[in-house]
């Protein structure tokens, strides 16, 4: 390649990452000035999500129908697998299901993977994960903590594309293998991390309101926090959710 044109390259690529790209998502490059034009249709009312039309599937019917069958966590997983109509799948490298050790009393329900996330097929792996793996060692707990482990998992299984909040549909569309993930993981208590997950298990959002006190969550005890990431572009807030910890660690010594 002349020279000219490698720094043109190199300045093209750039200007992409300036933009936010953070990773390329096809092996070839697109030329997209060669694509057909698209031709945009007006748009057609939408049918609400809990009312499929005539004829479509009922996805939200077919995720409850899987999660219910599935009888313990290793179906569960491959049932999760199997299900093709949560469209953030198809820009996903893998599910990222769940860390941890099933049946600890704490179950942690995050939001979505993220890019580090997706690549190791862990949940909380990233710098949100780091810090909440040094939350948990202040109160004598851990993922891996034989004498006191927690399991971990998130509402959505699959990256959303550049992390962008999950849609109110994609989360009821997989809020019953949540819900069947729950059940079969059996916690004494669960904690929600973030604005998301209260959204999926208490139907409601405003963390800031919501944390620090006990909730119910499918007839458990659920302890809403702020989420990791929060407290990483927040550090003033780490005070409140140390206040947060030190309730799950009295909860638990209760019994
Ligand atoms: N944030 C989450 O909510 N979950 C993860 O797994 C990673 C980051």
Not at 17 to 28: F, K, M, N, Q, R
Not at 33 to 47: L, M, N, V
Not at 159 to 172: G, L, M, V
């Amino acid at each position: 390649m002349e020279s000219a044109e490698f720094h043109h390259a190199l300045a093209l690529l750039d200007w992409q990452v300036e933009l936010g790209a953070t990773e390329a998502i096809c092996d070839a490059p697109l030329n997209r000035y060669e694509a057909p034009a698209r031709i945009d249709t007006p748009k057609q009312p939408q049918a609400p999500a809990t009312a499929p039309a005539p004829g479509q599937v009922d996805a939200v019917e077919e995720a409850r129908q899987l999660a219910t069958a599935a009888t313990d966590l290793d179906c569960l997983r491959a049932a999760m697998e199997g299900f093709a109509h949560c469209d953030l799948k198809r820009g996903a490298r893998q599910l990222v299901f769940s860390d941890g050790i099933a049946g600890a009393p704490v179950m942690i329900v995050g939001e979505a993977p993220g890019r580090d996330e997706d690549l190791e097929g862990k949940p909380f792996v990233g710098r949100a994960g780091q810090l909440l793996d040094r939350m948990l060692a202040a109160i004598g707990m851990g993922r891996a903590d034989p004498d006191n482990p927690v399991y971990i998992t998130n509402v959505l299984p699959w990256r959303p594309p550049q992390n962008r909040d999950p849609s109110p549909e994609e989360i009821a569309m997989m809020r019953p293998f949540l819900e069947r993930h729950i059940a079969l993981a059996e916690p004494q208590v669960i904690v929600i991390m973030g604005n998301i997950s209260a959204q999926a298990l208490l139907a409601r959002r405003g963390i800031t309101r919501l944390r620090g006190t006990w909730a119910e969550a499918q007839g458990l005890p659920a302890l809403p926090m702020f989420h990791p990431a929060y407290l990483l572009r927040n550090p003033a807030a780490k005070r409140e959710a140390w206040a947060d910890l030190l309730e799950l660690k009295a909860r638990l010594s209760r019994g």
